[in-house]
């Protein structure tokens, strides 16, 4: 009786052992990968500004670091935030968002090395987004002049990460391009002042009903004015 006691011991005392340590794989293997940015950049100092101080390390750690995530969402410029997208991701690069953030659907969105979720995006979240990020990159619509401005995401959308029926209030686009008189006084044509498009006769309009972020923009005014001349940014075709 007591051998089958501590034989039926060392079994369980063996199976327990077996299953933390498979445990301990497990989740060292759920552990996201750092992105090894040397994988690609050998020398650091060909894709930092001139003068950059010597970067240290070889994962995206040694960028974040110092150029810490903004997680507030505030309507300004990221330049670092904005390089590094256009430069990565389509058109102009070719890495998918998985190189620098762990995703998991409908959970979380988050920058390897970086404490904190950005959102938690399902896939077909995520594959709008991805068209967005093409279009923010290389088209000629108002988003593409954001990008070229250093302005990425959160500068319109705020912290929340963008879906297919955001919208862009007014009060969002004056944080930078107000306050509405002096976007008024800034666009008042010299010869017909009552042509202003930020002084309508029609009241308070939706900056969106002109500017399209990921679309092409029209000028609201030339569906009933149609031979006046007013011309707008962001309305050219794409040039993918």
């Given at each position: ?20 340590l498979?445990?301990?794989?497990r ?45 507030t ?5 990221n ?119 930020h ?42």
């Amino acid at each position: 009786m007591k051998k089958i006691s501590l034989t039926l011991i060392l079994l369980i005392v063996g199976f327990a052992a077996m299953y933390f340590l498979v445990g301990e794989r497990r989740a060292e293997a759920a552990k996201p990968a750092q992105a090894s940015c040397q994988s690609c950049h050998a020398d650091f100092t060909k894709v930092v500004p001139k003068g950059h101080p010597p970067v240290k390390g070889n994962d995206l750690s040694a960028c974040t670091s110092c150029h810490a995530p903004d997680f507030t969402g505030k309507a300004a410029k990221n330049a670092f935030s904005s390089r590094m997208h256009l430069a990565h991701v389509p058109p102009k690069g070719k890495q998918d968002c998985t190189a620098c953030h762990t995703w998991i659907p409908r959970k979380s969105f988050a920058i390897k090395g970086v404490k904190g979720s950005l959102g938690a995006p399902s896939k077909e979240d995520v594959a709008m987004m991805k068209e967005i990020f093409a279009s923010w990159g290389g088209s000629s619509f108002t988003d593409n002049l954001h990008a070229k401005a250093n302005i990425g995401c959160a500068g319109c959308h705020g912290k929340a990460l963008p879906k297919a029926d955001d919208t862009v209030e007014n009060s969002r686009c004056l944080v930078c391009h107000g306050p509405m008189e002096k976007l008024a006084m800034k666009t008042e044509p010299k010869d017909f002042k009552d042509r202003n498009p930020h002084k309508s006769h029609l009241g308070d309009i939706a900056c969106t009903v002109c500017h399209g972020g990921h679309k092409a923009s029209k000028v609201y005014c030339l569906d009933c004015h149609k031979k006046f001349d007013m011309k707008i940014q962001g309305a050219e075709a794409t040039k993918r």
